[in-house]
């Protein structure tokens, strides 16, 4: 009788992991045709789904194909950049640092940044790390500033001064990356570490992402890495990897499903994966509480989806009776979506190679329903008919023509006056060319066609970027092309690019026949050589003025706008200087 003991007990262990397993098989009996029909409804290449119930990846697939040229296929391995999923990671570092004694989350962001400075005076002084990562500056997205931009992730912080902000501090949520780079920008100051090497030190080591990085650099060079796709006039295409190392905090990572996993486990499992503490339970708790709630229509469009409110990092939603808690994530060629029930144990991570696809979502929604045994809804369905409706209403809504544009005008200037580069202090410079009888734009690597609207107004061709969007441009006192009005934010007015002095190349020789004494009228001015190449202006009782060779003969102060010099000419010597100032046109005598 002993002897059969130890079986018996043996089978009685293994029956409930049988039971439960088979349970699980009857829930997703069919998931993977839903996820095939759902890729081939919304174009989408490639999608890798992980599924999580407490502890465990309960299940883990590719779909479809990370090159589909090559037809190299998903696997749960494949890397896919995650976007704005990243945001989760930072957030988490802010409440690391809160746990290291070294930052508090409610404590005004000027204590540990004394540099910090934006536009608003009141939000500079009042606002708190938690403000940063609950979308409540007041700012709004301001993307162009640093999508295709140059600037270093200093050099990004450093513009934040020079934005308009369109609501109060605190009045409502509105998504923003930059103030996720303050974020970054802060773990970098307190830790000594740049948010790269802090974030994978704190999180990612010990959660065993070991592939998991943070650069489309890193993306290019992975022996199991996905292609970005994009949908072009119904074509999907290849679309270049987007280097956003700058922005980085706000959503640079790279994962795969797997690795992702042991971020969820950890999330759902109070801070622990492993049986170690990554993060302590207090910050997976701060993490999801609600900070502000989101902006909503009523009614809902969906009974099944309540109002939604934002924690740090984190969408917080009532879905069909439940707690959600979500994050997706959208750049060049890739969409994302990490979710987890925190009551119900269970978490879902969808990465795919299309870009701002909601598909996502749809197998996201699709998954809860069968994990928690309710009445499946057709969310796939559903979004195919409001996109056709959407499309519908915008064909039906095409005007022939535009209404607000004045017919039978012309710019005031001839085209080439129209060229060269327009500088914001933050925006960066835009840059204008002539291309045939119309201008051609182009900002951060972002290119369009302009043609004439009504009178110093151009309209964007496109292909992609600025089609359709009305760019003006304002002449100064003197009658010259000066500024460059931009709509790249709404809910501020426009962006107000100033035309970059461009200095003419001028011979040292040739600066040499404008050097003398000129009398306007009693005062004697003087202009001389600094050095072999700079021409300077000494006025008496003033500072000294580098005068810029902007045209033959033709000066401007390099200090100050509004101030032009030209120099009239006979037989080669030069006999008169003309002042053009804002308060009025003098002339000089040459001495």
């Known amino acids: 009788m002993k002897r059969y003991v ?22 997703l009996k069919g998931l993977d045709a839903y996820i095939e029909q759902v890729r081939k409804d919304w174009k989408v290449q490639g999608v890798a789904v992980a599924i999580i119930q407490k502890d465990k990846v309960v299940f883990a697939k590719g779909f479809g194909y990370r090159d589909m040229d090559k037809k190299l296929p998903v696997t749960p391995e494949t890397l896919f950049a995650i976007g704005s999923s990243s945001k989760a990671f930072t957030a988490a570092g802010i409440c690391l640092l809160q746990e290291d004694g070294k930052l508090e989350l409610d404590k005004p962001i000027i204590h540990y940044l004394p540099t910090f400075k934006l536009h608003d005076a009141y939000a500079t002084e009042k606002m708190t790390p938690r403000d940063l990562l609950s979308h409540r500056s007041g700012l709004p997205r301001h993307d162009l500033v640093w999508y295709g931009s140059t600037l270093s992730r200093k050099e990004l912080f450093n513009s934040l001064r020079h934005l308009e902000f ?56 992975g022996n199991n890495s996905s292609l970005g796709y994009i949908e072009i006039n ?18 640079s990572i790279n994962s795969t499903v797997l690795e992702m996993s042991n971020w969820v486990i950890a999330l759902i499992n109070g ?14 708790r701060a993490v999801q509480t609600p900070v502000i709630s989101l902006p909503a229509s009523v009614p809902l469009q969906y009974d099944e989806i309540g109002y939604g409110t934002y924690g740090l990092g984190w969408f917080i939603n009532p879905y069909r009776g439940k707690t959600l808690v979500q994050h997706g994530g959208n750049i060049d060629g890739f969409s994302a979506n990490v979710a987890f029930m925190p009551k119900d144990s269970i978490g879902i991570v969808v990465l795919t190679n299309m870009n701002g696809t909601p598909s996502t979502a749809l197998i996201r929604n699709n998954i809860i329903d ?134 003419k190349d001028v011979s040292a020789s040739q600066l040499q026949t404008y050097v003398g004494e000129y009398d306007f009228g009693g005062q004697v001015a003087k202009v001389y050589l600094r050095g072999e190449n700079t021409l300077m202006l000494f006025v008496p009782g003033q500072p000294d ?25 006979e037989a080669g010597k030069v006999t008169e200087m003309v002042a053009i100032q804002p308060n009025g046109t003098f002339k000089a005598k040459r001495k």
């Not at 609501?167 to 930059?178: A, C, D, M, V």
């Not at 801070?271 to 997976?284: A, D, M, P, R, Y």
């Not at 005068?547 to 100050?560: D, G, N, R, S």
């Open 6 to 27: 130890l079986p018996i007990l043996l089978l009685a262990l293994w029956l409930p992991a049988f039971s439960q397993s088979k349970d699980l098989d009857k829930k």
């Open 166 to 221: 369109n609501k109060s501090f605190r009045e409502r949520w509105e998504y923003q990356n930059l103030m996720y780079l303050t974020a970054g920008v802060v773990i970098e100051e307190l830790s000594g570490k740049s948010w790269e090497a802090f974030t994978k030190e704190r999180i990612l080591d010990p959660l065993d992402m070991k592939t998991t990085n943070f650069s489309v650099d890193q993306l290019a060079k």
């Open 234 to 251: 119904n074509n999907v295409e290849v679309t270049p990897y987007r280097n956003i190392d700058a922005i980085g905090p706000a959503g």
């Open 271 to 284: 801070g622990k994966f492993k049986g170690n503490q990554v993060l302590k339970e207090s910050t997976i």
């Open 370 to 503: 069968r994990l928690l045994g309710l009445t499946p809804v057709d969310w796939n369905g559903r979004a195919l008919a409001d996109v056709k409706k959407a499309r519908e209403n915008q064909e039906k809504n095409k005007k022939e023509s535009d209404e607000a544009q004045v017919k039978n005008t012309t710019p005031s200037h001839k085209l080439e006056d129209y060229v060269g580069e327009f500088e914001h202090p933050a925006y960066g410079v835009i840059a204008v060319a002539a291309d045939k009888d119309s201008l051609r734009i182009d900002f951060h690597g972002l290119s369009s066609g302009l043609r004439h609207y009504h009178y110093d107004i151009f309209e964007g061709t496109g292909p992609r970027y600025f089609k359709g969007e009305k760019v003006s441009f304002i002449t100064n006192k003197a009658g010259d092309i000066h500024e460059l009005h931009a709509k790249l934010e709404l809910g501020v007015k426009d962006i107000v690019f100033t035309r970059k002095l461009v200095a």
């Open 545 to 569: 003025y580098e005068l810029m060779p902007v045209k033959e003969h033709e000066f401007k102060l390099k200090a100050a706008e509004g101030f032009t010099f030209r120099f009239a000419m």
